[in-house]
């Protein structure tokens, strides 16, 4: 007996392009199915809390199935998987903010898998990188940025790149906010952020993460301003609280502008923000951050552009084509106007990570510029969905969302037991039942017991008081008409219910 191991011919990890086509072909098939079945499903997951854990075998598998799993995976995937899922592309889908997809932003993310490359350096995938980079540029073209965040204009030293989600995105900018104002010589452990009582919790939770709040009710660092009757921030607020904090000695970081609140897709006031913010000794200013997460990709239509309208004063921007321009999750753009703020605070080389590009100071190395340092070819996506449907085609995708809410709109108008609660945001429309709140929390409970549409609420300040708010977002990448009218005919069978 010979105690030499075997080598065999052929990794266990490795696969020809045979097996490929093989087993893309039955996951095709699956896919085939799925896609065709989102107009007719339910939207809303049928699962209870457990249902989908006892289906599947507590140990793991000592054998594998090698090429065997793709003969049964889609069934899998139809009978374990589905009913447990909220359906995000079904065309029904009015809950959230959409998180919506398209045939080029799949065949991005396909592609990228193929290829599997880490792009953390430039070095380990150039391409990787200048896509990137290329893309970056695209899209400030495309949302009307100023030059000072490309990094193709001459006197620019911003530049974007992709993160996950706007949560890593406003993280990243409160850290190189902190890193300037520490590199100037505050006390790092005197930083403020500010931001209005509506700002997505992603801001707080980066205090929490940043070392500036111990949980989400912790104040001592964290301001959050008042907002006016339109749950806009309130300007002369933040500047009071500013100033109030440099008299108390401590140190404005940075103030974070919402451009379409997670609630009710409220725009902060950004160019008062930033004329108020530049009237302060620019050793106290604090870094200005523009969360435009959701309906920042309606910039990319010229009639919307005011929406970011005083951008030209920010230090850093974050848009979500995953959130509403078809291109599939995760993808979020993030913008800086000083990408050496920002590298300075994210940069550490240790010896295993030294080229001599990087050394020589010639590229850019992506991975200074967020937490992660492994990082996936997201821009592949992007690029594909930018070059797929043009701006044209992206400029008709929101348009026809928008007047798709507006019919939502008209018919809230139009119904006595409903009442617009504020101005309809692009194609978000945020409304309640007359009466009491219990009646509006009804009336979303039945509507999502049907799961034939779904829907979302909110907790806002209506007039005095705080009101629970029904809000129905257009979004989802195949939503026509069709599907605003079953819809409507939804809520009415759940306000026969509600309203007696
Ligand atoms: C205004 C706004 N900002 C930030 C976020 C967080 O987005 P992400 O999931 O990309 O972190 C959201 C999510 O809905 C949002 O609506």
Known sequence: MSDKTTISPMPIG????????SALRKIEDWARAYIASLDDRS???????????????????MQGEGMGLWDHAGDELRETIEPGLMHWQSPAFFAYFPCSSSLPGVMGELASAVMNV???????????TELEMRVMDWCAQLFGLPDAFRFDRDASIGGGCIQGTASEGVLAALCAARKRKVDAGADRSGMCIYTSTQAHSSVIKAAMVAGLADDPEDRSRVRLIETDADLRMDTAALHKAIEQDIRDGLTPCMVCSSQGTTSTGAFDPLSKIGEMLATIEQEQRPWLHVDAAWA????????????????????SLCINPHKWLMTNFDCDLFWVRDRNALTSAMSITPDYLRNKESDAGSVVDYRDWHVPLGRRMRAIKLWWVLRYFGADG????????IELAKRFEAHVRSDSRLRLVFDRSLSLVCFVVEGEDERTKALIDAVNTSGRVLITQTRVRVGDELRCVARVAVGASSVREQHIDLLISEIDKALAEVVE
């Open 296 to 315: 920042g990709v309606a910039a990319v239509c010229p009639e919307h552009r005011g929406i970011l309208d005083g951008v030209q004063r920010a230090d």
């Open 14 to 21: 490795a696969y020809d392009p045979d097996q490929f086509s």
């Open 394 to 401: 992206l400029r008709e995708h929101i348009g026809h969302h």
């Open 118 to 128: 880490n792009g953390m350096l430039w070095s380990t995938s150039p391409s990787a």
């Open 43 to 61: 939207a809303a997951p049928a699962r209870s809390p457990g249902e989908t854990l006892a289906m599947l075998d507590p140990s793991p598998p």
